[in-house]
C-alpha cells in the first residue's frame, strides 16, 4: 500500500459513455463519426504502450515490493506484522516508503503472494502483471455478459476503450494493485447471484484479501444456509491464515492505513474528505486524537451512505451498482487506482442515458480521471480549497449514485 502523494508538504476512470437516446442532427452527425472511433481505439494502444513501458521501473517499487517482502516474511515463518520492513527493502534493492514501515494487507493476500515470492523477483513482478491483467479482461467479460446487448458493439468499444485511458487503470498497473482482482471476484458474484453460496463465497474470498468489500456479503445472502456458509469460510480462512497473524494486522498494520488515508492527496472518500478537511484547518498538523475523532465521523457518513445504498427500492442491477458506488465512496482508504472498480456501474448508466444526462455521464468520467494534486500558489494558500479541490474523484462517485439512482428501474425478481 502507498499513498500517492502526502497532502502535507503541500504539493501534493474512465469508463464509458454511449448515448443511446434521439439527439439533435448535429449531436448525431458528430456521435456517429467514425473518427471517434480511430481516436478512441489509437488512445487507448497509446494508453497500453504506456503501461507497458512503465512497467519495469515498477518492479523494485510500491506495492510490488511490499506485497513481495510481506510473502517472504511469510514463508520464513516470521512475525509478518512486526517486523520492519527497512532492512529487507534494502537488501532486494527496492525502494523503500518510510510511511509504510511494516506489512499493512490482510494475512490471506500475504498468504497468496506468498508462492510468487519465492520466485526472483522480475519473474514474480511480470506473474502479478498478468495477474492484474486476467483481472481487468474478467471485468470487462463479465460486464458484458451481464449487460449484454444493451450497448452496441460501438458502445463496448468505448467501454474498453475508456477503461484503458483511464487514470485509474494507469495507476493500478503503476502500484501493482489488487482492485481487477477484487472487481473481478465481486462482478463474478453478482453473475452468480443465483447460486447464492457460491456468490457468497466469492464476496468472501475479496473481503478477505482486503476487507472493505464485506459490505457487500449482505446483498447476496439469501438465507441463514447462505449466511452459515459464508461464515464457515470466513472462520475458516481466518483460522488457516492464523489468528496471532490477524492480531498483528489489527493492532499494527490498520493504524498505519488510517493515518495514510489522512495525510493523502489520493484518497478519494467520504470518511477521508472529513478527517481531511479537519487537518487542513489545523495546517495539516492536528492534534493525533482530533485525527481518529473525525475520521471515525467519517466512517459513521460512509456506512450510512452504504445503508442507504441497500433500502433504494430498484431492480438488482442498480442496488448492486448503488452498492459499488457507496462501497468505494464510503471506504476510508479508497485510492484512484480502486475506481477501476466501476467499470460496471458506468456501463450500466450508458444503456439509460439521454443527451442531457450522458453530458452529465460525460462529466462524471472527467472527474473520475482528475487525480492529479492541485498545484500552484493559489492552491497552497489556501488549504480547505486544496482538500476541495482534489476530491473530484468523490464527487464524481457521488454523481454516478445520483444518476444511477434517478435511473432506476423498478424492482424486479431476482
Partial sequence: MRTHAPLDPRHTSTQNVHVLSPSPTWWRRLGQNRLLDVAAVVLAALSVVRIVQMLPAQAARNDFAHYYLAGKLWNEGRDVYRSELAPLYAEHGFHFEPDVPRATNP?????????LS????GVAFWCWAGIQALGLAAILWLAHSILGDRLSRR????????TLISASLYWHFYYSQTQLLLGALLLGAYRLRRQATAACLLVCAAGLLKLFPLVLLPFFVRSW???????????GIVLLTGLNQWQGFVAQAMPVVAANAVNSSFTFSLPALVAQLDSAAHGFAPPAAEVQFWLRVGVVIGLLGIAAAYVVRADPETRFALLLVAMLAG??????????????PLALLATRVSLASGCGLALIVVALNLQETMRGEWFD????????AIQAPLYGMLALAALLWKTRRAEQGK
Fill in 107 to 115: 494475512p490471506p493476500l500475504v498468504a497468496l503472494f506468498a508462492p
Fill in 118 to 121: 519465492r520466485l526472483p523477483v
Fill in 155 to 162: 458502445g463496448w468499444l468505448f467501454v474498453v476503450c475508456l
Fill in 225 to 235: 444456509r447462505t449466511a452459515a456458509a459464508a461464515a464457515v469460510f470466513l472462520a
Fill in 331 to 344: 471506504n476510508a482508504s479508497t485510492r484512484g487506482h480502486y475506481l477501476v472498480m466501476l467499470v460496471f
Fill in 381 to 388: 494558500r489556501s488549504p480547505l480549497l486544496k482538500v476541495l
